[in-house]
């Protein structure tokens, strides 16, 4: 759907996972920004790592994560 729209490939990438997915998004020098969406607990801990990092960051923590 996004390279329908015009977005070249690479710029968004989707990635479902656990902490192993997160550390190595984290720790990875190449990733050079990160936007999640989950409790606020998690999404604290990815703010502050990714701040520490030097990656662009949104978090977004909420009670309620989805929507019906």
């Known amino acids: ?5 015009g977005l ?5 990438n989707v990635v479902h996972g656990g902490s192993e997915a997160v550390d ?3 720790d990875h020098r190449d990733v050079a920004a ?8 998690v999404a ?5 790592r990714s701040a520490e ?3 662009k960051v949104q978090a977004l923590g909420a009670r309620r994560t ?3």
Not at 8 to 12: A, I, K, S, T
Not at 44 to 48: A, E, F, S, T
């Open 1 to 5: 759907m996004m390279s329908d729209a």
């Open 8 to 12: 070249p490939g690479g710029v968004l």
């Open 24 to 26: 190595a998004l984290l």
């Open 34 to 41: 990160v936007s999640f969406v989950g409790s606020t607990r």
């Open 44 to 48: 604290r801990i990815i703010y502050r």
């Open 53 to 55: 990092a030097g990656k």
């Open 66 to 68: 989805t929507w019906w």
